[in-house]
Nanobody, 123 residues
């Protein structure tokens, strides 16, 4: 079992950077695949990025080239570095973990979730 806590959300101007952190508890963290998802008002939760337990990454087309996901096993933390932010990036961002699938961008395949952190990008 793993527990997740996101932080780092806030208000940022378009074009600016923001880094989200996801602190995980649980000694089995290193074996989990981690993902970031986001949900805007009135829209379904969508995949943003994932990092496998081995370090390989996958990104959604909408953010590819602007966001970077990484993990620090020593700190039990996953990061989402967001650059060149756009107003359409405004959403609640969720950290998620799964030990059920080696690779999946499907939110239904993640069995652990953080509480979410709000990211608002202004024009």
């Amino acid at each position: 079992q793993v527990q997740l806590l996101e932080s780092g959300g806030g208000l940022v101007q378009a074009g600016g950077p923001l880094r989200l952190s996801c602190a995980a508890s649980g000694r089995a963290f290193s074996s989990y695949n981690m993902g970031w998802f986001r949900q805007a008002p009135g829209k379904e939760r969508e995949f943003v990025a994932l990092v496998r337990s081995g370090g390989c990454t996958t990104y959604a087309d909408s953010i590819k080239g602007r966001f970077t996901i990484s993990r620090d096993h020593a700190k039990n933390t996953v990061y989402l570095q967001m650059n060149s932010l756009k107003p359409e990036d405004t959403a609640v961002y969720y950290c998620a973990a799964t030990n059920l699938y080696y690779y999946s961008a499907n939110a239904n395949h993640y069995n652990y979730w953080g509480q979410g952190t709000q990211v608002t990008v202004s024009s």
